[in-house]
């Protein structure tokens, strides 16, 4: 399964890919460009793209997520003054008719702080509701671990699917 992770900087991206091949977050700098790895998780084979999030790299996020099996977008729900431009980087790269049909996963970071937004109020802040595709949200905490095993059913549920 090839999965791209994308946001805005400082959102946790890349501490949820070390979380996710680790188990442990470890120290990181922001992704310049890309990182990419290859994981697995049980049954679970992953190549997952790592782009960055920096305002320079968004315009590369739809080419990467071209003919992905799902795109992860992670959300700072810490951070409720940066979610019109989550909303407004997510709705662009989801224009791109290429990408019709790939299901989203928003991933609601940094729930190991307080306060954060609620799944409703991400659901809202960012329009998912009108959002065509097949999209859930999982709350997460790329610090903690918390509800990286809920990202990781959900991928594996896609790729099930993706092998029916």
Do not use: C
């Amino acid at each position: 399964m090839e999965v791209v992770l994308v946001g805005l900087d400082h959102a946790g991206k890349t501490t949820f890919l070390s979380q996710l091949s680790l188990g442990q977050a470890l120290p990181v700098v922001p992704t310049l460009g890309l990182n990419v790895q290859y994981l697995r998780r049980g049954t679970l084979r992953l190549k997952l793209w790592d782009l960055g999030g920096a305002y320079r790299y968004r315009s590369e996020w739809a080419r990467y997520a071209r003919g992905t099996d799902a795109i992860l977008f992670m959300v700072d729900s810490a951070a409720p003054h940066r979610l019109s431009q989550a909303k407004k980087e997510l709705h662009m790269l989801l224009e791109s008719q290429e990408l019709e049909g790939i299901p989203l996963l928003v991933l609601s970071n940094k729930h190991d702080l307080q306060p954060t937004l609620s799944q409703a109020e991400l659901i809202k802040g960012l329009n998912l509701d009108y959002i065509d595709t097949v999209w859930a949200v999982v709350q997460v905490s790329a610090l903690t671990g918390q509800g990286v095993e809920k990202a990781v059913e959900w991928l594996l549920n896609r790729s099930l699917r993706l092998a029916q």
